[in-house]
């Protein structure tokens, strides 16, 4: 009776601190595992997520929510499989990923705790006998010119089709580039609008197959014209003129004076004809070296080098979009691209779930065109496996007493020694591991069911009672508790009161846990300050 009124009036000043302690609202985002745990959505079989001004947000299964909910810190429920997607994905302007892990449940780890402790029971009331997820592409923007016929005939065609093929800007410089690029995301967006994920790609792909047929032309082309290019520079004397030359000498020979010029005057008409000739030949030469000199420092090797390097990166970025995000079974009903399937949890471990998504940018500077990316927006979310409860491990003090009998020693009208009565103990006992199982899908205050076990050696005990959960803070929640304590207290096994002894030694080594437990009152409160 009187342990009853001490646990009353302990109960009773309890209560008035529980009331402070509450009395100020929790932000949310302060919430404790289990809080989140017991508010957990349940998913059948898809996790939507988007990235919004840098934030990760998400929705689940056919929710009508286009904004969703801040998904880092999130922890969601699900009975079987489910897959992680993200709705209308542009690819040449957002990229995503999702990564999983199997992480330890702590619901499993607090269930462990309370096994093993009640396991390690039986050993202690009946002992037995002693016997281990921004690829960065640069490249020269490489100039080409329109179609045209690659004529490589002569020096100035060779000249001209380099002009036009690597050096004219006409759509191929790293600025032109950059609004091509726009083009094909632009493409890509607008499908995606009336259209499914992969004929939106598709849409996309073939812009960009029609730029590359056209640039593929173009450094064939170039490819020609550089091959065309003369190893040896032209001759200073061309042909012609040596002929003439060589005409004059014949004609004129040793002759000086009116000798030389009746000679030149009779054979005029030849003479003025080779003249011609070498003349025309000799400017003919002079535009091919100059067409020689210019061809010499317009870097044709180089751009051309530039310009196969960006036909492969296109070529490239044409099979990534046509072999993974045009492909229909990486997308789930046509407008969601799948990041992971079948994400399962098991009652052992839950599945953390790692989101990144990045910005596809295109930026030019100077002659160099460069596609990066940049984060945009992370989160990680966990997927339990659905449970009625939540369990969690409490930790605080459990106000519990069992009386324990006493013995010591007397003596019989026939002076022998005997056991005599002396005054119990009141031993109090303190769990060894606590765990409250919190019902899920109910936020707030809410009750709960309490299951502990005390392996203490000298009053093992297991607690079985019920309580009130009051939502707390990132160090937990403030609980109180009561119930029933099935407490083990060693008693005389085969002496008895007035049985004859030799002494206290006697006593120590009859005494033994009861098979049949005392059933006691406890108090629990539970709150981390």
Known sequence: MQSMKRLMTVLCCVMTVMLVLTSSPVKAEQSSDTDKATAARRVRSNIRVTAQSKTIRYSV????????????????RTTG????????LNPLAVQASASTSAVDDPQHAAIVQL??????????????????????????GARVGDKDTCNVSTAKDTFVAVRSTLLDDNGYSAKGLKGKFENWRNAIGKALQSNSGPDAVMAGVDQLSNDLEELTARVDCAQKAVDAI??????????????YDNLTTAVVGQLAGKAADRARTSNKKALDAAHAAAEAADAAASEERQYYDLLLVSGAPQRLNALKKLQATLTDLKDT????????????????????????????????VTIKAVNVSVETSDDVLTISTSDAAAASMD????STFVAEVGIG????????????????????????????????????????????GVTGAVPIIQVGASTSKTSPAVLLGGGWRMPGGPKGAFVIGVGAMFAWVKDLQQLHVGSVITGTKDIESDLGFDPQPKVRWYFNLQYKF
């Open 230 to 243: 003369p190893d040896v520079k032209p001759p200073e004397k061309t042909p012609e003129h040596m002929a």
């Open 321 to 352: 979009l046509t072999k993974t995000y045009a492909e229909p079974s990486n997308w789930l009903n046509g407008t969601d691209y799948v990041l992971a399937l079948d994400v399962t949890p098991t009652a052992e471990k839950m599945q953390r």
């Open 115 to 140: 096994v093993q402790a009640l396991a390690a029971l039986p050993g202690i009331v009946k002992p037995a006998a002693p016997a281990g997820a921004p690829v960065n592409v640069s490249f020269a």
């Open 81 to 88: 499989p489910v897959k992680v997607t993200y709705p209308h």
């Open 61 to 76: 299964d056919g929710d009508d929510d286009s904004i969703g909910n801040k998904a880092d810190g999130v922890v969601l």
């Open 397 to 440: 003090v459990t106000f519990g007493f069992v009386t324990r009998p006493k013995y010591g020693t007397g003596t019989n009208a026939d002076g022998q020694t005997v056991v005599a009565p002396a005054t119990p103990d009141s031993v109090s006992v303190d769990p060894t591991v606590m765990v409250n199982f919190v019902p899920r």
């Open 383 to 386: 997927v339990q496996l659905d």
